[in-house]
């Protein structure tokens, strides 16, 4: 099991417990209201919002929230924090490499404590371009197996320009060009293929493989950066064997 993907995986087996889910929407509504002042108020002219518009629809926020970010974004209501876009780049557990786009207003209080979290789950924070190169920007849409034919995902995804198609234990991946994207997710919806999560990540071109203690060991490290509130997106090479990944979403 690769990381980019079966981060995911784990997360949702564990539960969406509410402070997880207050957590997404503070980092959706941070992303939501810097698209709208870097792009505007208009998501057809404005790719970046409405990416994160389909983001907050798909993790089911309230309209109101999505407009209050917007109008907070582009200062037409009181509240607003200018942030700063920051990516930071670390080594895990087995040298696994650890890419995180961070949203701060406050660069020195975010790399302090993302420095501590590396260092207290086994890793460390590196040099910009130490891992970047590892990572290429694409769209994922993953399904669940158990809903959706293999051939007929395959067909659909590859004739609307998908760049292929992963099997993984449970779930079948498109991959897509980032700026086709939203043309070959929407194709896909309006032939009746519902996905469990679509969105543009940062997809490693290799892999490093864990054995169980480094596993629990990344994923932890996973976990911890993800619940810092500056940290948008964690991305990871790591690969994990299915029953490793099995056992270790039982903690």
């Keep these: 099991m690769s990381g980019h993907s079966k981060w995911s995986t784990i997360k949702r087996k564990k539960g969406a417990a509410d402070e997880k889910r207050g957590k997404m929407f503070t980092k959706i509504i941070k992303e939501i209201s810097l698209?709208?002042?870097?792009?505007?108020?208009d998501p057809e002219g404005?790719?970046?919002?409405?990416?994160?518009?389909?983001?907050?629809?798909?993790?089911?926020?309230?309209?109101?929230?999505?407009?209050?970010?917007?109008?907070?974004?582009?200062?037409?209501?009181?509240?607003?924090?200018?942030?700063?876009?920051?990516?930071?780049?670390?080594?895990?557990?087995?040298?696994?490499?650890?890419?995180?786009?961070?949203?701060?207003?406050?660069?020195?209080?975010?790399?302090?404590?993302?420095?501590h979290i590396f260092s207290k789950h086994g890793g460390n924070l590196g040099e910009n371009g130490c891992v970047s190169w590892i990572f290429e920007k694409k769209g994922s849409i993953l399904y669940d197996k158990k809903k959706v034919s293999?051939?007929?995902?395959?067909?659909?995804?590859?004739?609307?320009?998908?760049?292929?198609v992963r099997e993984e234990e449970n779930?079948?991946?498109?991959?897509?060009?980032?700026?086709?994207?939203?043309?070959?997710?929407?194709?896909?919806?309006?032939?009746?293929?519902?996905?469990?999560?679509?969105?543009?990540?940062?997809i490693p071109k290799n892999t490093i493989k864990l054995d169980t203690i480094k596993a629990e060991q990344m994923l932890k490290l996973m976990e911890r950066l993800e619940d810092n509130d500056d940290v948008q997106n964690v991305?990871?090479?790591?690969?994990?064997?299915?029953?490793?990944m099995e056992k270790l979403a039982q903690y």
């Design 35 to 41: 698209a709208a002042r870097l792009g505007g108020v």
């Design 46 to 115: 404005n790719s970046r919002l409405r990416q994160a518009i389909l983001a907050a629809k798909e993790e089911n926020m309230p309209k109101d929230n999505i407009d209050r970010a917007i109008k907070k974004g582009t200062g037409e209501l009181a509240g607003g924090v200018n942030y700063e876009e920051v990516v930071y780049e670390g080594y895990g557990p087995g040298g696994v490499a650890v890419l995180l786009e961070v949203m701060t207003d406050n660069k020195n209080r975010t790399v302090a404590e993302i420095r």
């Design 150 to 164: 293999e051939d007929e995902l395959m067909e659909i995804s590859l004739e609307a320009g998908a760049e292929d």
């Design 171 to 202: 779930e079948f991946e498109v991959i897509t060009d980032a700026a086709l994207f939203e043309g070959i997710k929407k194709t896909l919806d309006e032939k009746g293929l519902k996905c469990v999560e679509a969105r543009i990540s940062m």
């Design 235 to 244: 991305y990871a090479n790591f690969d994990i064997a299915d029953e490793i």
